[in-house]
């Protein structure tokens, strides 16, 4: 009997042993493991958008919410003050939950609206447009476009002529619409404005009242002018363009067959120079 309350004892005190082990070795790794999950320094807050905010916009305090930014700093450009956002215009979209920039924003008092992302030295100008003239609607605020003049060419022979005025050109708004459409759909619009230098705003404003304006829709990747006749209603069957002088052939031939011949001698110490007609060439 009293080996067996040996035995009991003994699983006891082994039991305990063992229980104040495990505590003690899972407080000491709960004290390694504090450092690494005490919350990182906090730098401060930062604004962030609360929903898509169009360009041109202006934004309200529905449109903002701010949230801690962990770090030693806030990095450069980034807000942390509602009121410093709240009021301004939007020069570039703003997605959901993307901090605002000051680079996205007009100048305090600036307002919004189209005035906003013009750039200094620049003008907007409008053209009246339909759906066909401004490829069916898809000039979109960020598009890239060629303008194209049609009209009636000056002198002889006087031909309906298009050819490209204007390369490369962005447009800011379509219609009364400053905002792209989040769906890719095309808009149906009656005015285009685009953004151009004033020497291009005299070109475009004088070509709108001589001929039919159309535009055009170009890659927003490719930047390249390139140089063009124009097209003729003379060569729209041929696929040839209207000679503008003579041939290259002609002119080669004319350069290539003297009209005479030289012929120098010498005789008896004199000198002698006979010239010979040349037959004439086709």
């Given at each position: ?16 042993s ?8 899972l ?19 930062a ?26 700093a ?14 301004r ?15 996205k924003?007009?100048?305090k ?10 750039e ?7 053209v009246?447009?339909d ?8 000039v ?22 298009t ?11 379509s ?28 070109t475009l ?11 055009t ?14 097209a003729?209603?003379?060569t ?8 503008v ?20 001698g ?17």
């Amino acid at each position: 009997m009293a080996a067996r309350s040996r035995t009991w004892l003994l699983l006891a005190l082994a039991l305990a042993s063992g229980g104040l082990a495990a505590y003690l070795a899972l407080r000491y790794l709960r004290e390694q493991a504090r450092p690494l999950l005490n919350q990182q320094p906090v730098a401060g807050q930062a604004v962030l958008a609360s929903r898509d905010i169009p360009l041109g916009a202006v934004v309200t305090d529905r449109d903002v919410r701010t949230v801690a930014w962990p770090g030693d700093a806030l990095p450069p450009g980034f807000i942390g003050k509602p009121e410093d956002v709240i009021g301004r215009g939007v020069i570039t979209p703003v997605r959901v939950n993307e901090p605002f920039l000051e680079s996205k924003l007009a100048p305090k008092g600036a307002g919004g609206g189209l005035s906003t992302i013009i750039e200094d030295g620049m003008r907007a100008l409008s053209v009246r447009v339909d759906e066909v003239i401004a490829v069916a609607g898809f000039v979109i605020p960020g598009s890239r476009v060629d303008v194209l003049l049609s009209m009636d060419e000056e002198g002889p022979p006087r031909e309906p002529t298009t050819r490209a005025i204007l390369q490369n050109i962005e447009a800011l708004a379509s219609g009364q619409i400053i905002q792209r459409d989040p769906e890719g759909k095309p808009i149906p619009v009656s005015v285009v404005t685009v953004l151009v230098t004033p020497a291009q705003a005299e070109t475009l404003a004088l070509a709108s009242q001589q001929g039919r304006i159309q535009m055009t829709l170009r890659s927003a990747l490719d930047t390249t002018e390139i140089t063009t006749t124009g097209a003729r209603k003379s060569t729209l069957m041929t696929g040839e363009k209207r000679p503008v002088g003579p041939s290259r052939r002609a002119i080669v031939r004319a350069q290539q067959a003297p009209r005479q011949t030289i012929v120098e001698g010498f005789e008896g110490g004199q000198k002698s120079i006979r010239t010979f007609a040349n037959p004439s060439t086709p």
